[in-house]
């Protein structure tokens, strides 16, 4: 099945720095979507980004589905970005949505 | 922002214990999906659904299951539930049409502890 790989685990930063969060997965008929766990649990979709680069405020999902990987940029850090970043995949054509293990932003 | 309610918040129950974890969509989604969330798994997906009486095995599925009895309301059930099954539910629900995007929105999630 469809396997995705998160990277780092965590991270810890200071207010103010960038922070790059990665994602790769094994097929290249992906779409590719990011969430982002608030610290008491509530998860809320920030990105559905099949292929190429979107922008949100300080967010920027960008996804390269022919290498297999999407990267989530964060810039300039703050206190309130803390949580968990999830990437998620489904194969185009298909709706069964797996979910990375995410990264733990600090 | 589509609405998906779980009930209930919290859950206690023994094991051997019978457990229906509820969920409902109101925004006619076709796609309905039962996830559990274990420190160091993320998100893994039990059980989801295209629409009423359709199910589809996920990928942790034993120990579980289904039932999408309308658009709106999918249940998750736990016949004889197990310590290993204490964990934090998701429930969460999406459109799957208009051109493929296939965006998930969750529920607040379930708690469930098996003691």
């Known amino acids: 099945g469809q396997q995705v790989q998160q990277s780092p685990a965590s991270l810890v930063l200071q207010e103010g720095e960038n922070a790059e969060l990665q994602c790769n997965f094994s097929?290249?008929?992906?779409?590719l979507q990011w969430f982002y766990q608030h610290p008491g649990g509530r998860l809320v979709s920030l990105f559905y980004?099949?292929?190429g680069t979107k922008h949100t405020g300080r967010l920027t999902s960008t996804t390269v589905t022919n290498e297999r990987r999407g990267s989530l940029h964060i810039s300039s850090s703050q206190t309130t970005d803390s949580g968990t970043y999830f990437c998620?995949?489904?194969?185009?054509?298909?709706?069964?949505?797996?979910f990375g293990s995410g990264t733990r932003l600090l | 922002e589509a609405a998906v309610t779980q009930s209930p918040r919290n859950k206690v129950t023994v094991t051997g214990g019978n457990v229906t974890l509820s969920c409902r969509q109101t925004?006619?989604?076709?796609?309905m999906y039962w996830y559990r969330q274990d420190t160091g798994h993320g998100l893994r997906l039990i059980h989801y659904?295209?629409?009423?009486?359709?199910?589809q095995i996920g990928d942790v599925p034993d120990g579980y299951k289904a039932t999408r009895t309308t658009q709106e309301d999918f249940f998750l059930l736990l016949e004889l539930a197990s310590p290993s099954q204490t964990s934090l539910y998701f429930c969460?629900?999406?459109?799957?049409?208009?051109?493929?995007?296939?965006?998930?929105?969750f529920g607040a999630g379930t708690r469930l502890s098996v003691l």
């Open positions: 969460a629900s999406s459109d799957g049409t208009g051109g493929g995007q296939n965006t998930l929105y």
């Open positions: 097929s290249t008929a992906t779409r």
């Open positions: 980004n099949p292929s």
């Open positions: 998620a995949i489904d194969q185009t054509g298909g709706y069964k949505v797996v």
């Open positions: 925004n006619s989604h076709n796609y």
């Open positions: 659904s295209y629409g009423a009486g359709n199910l």
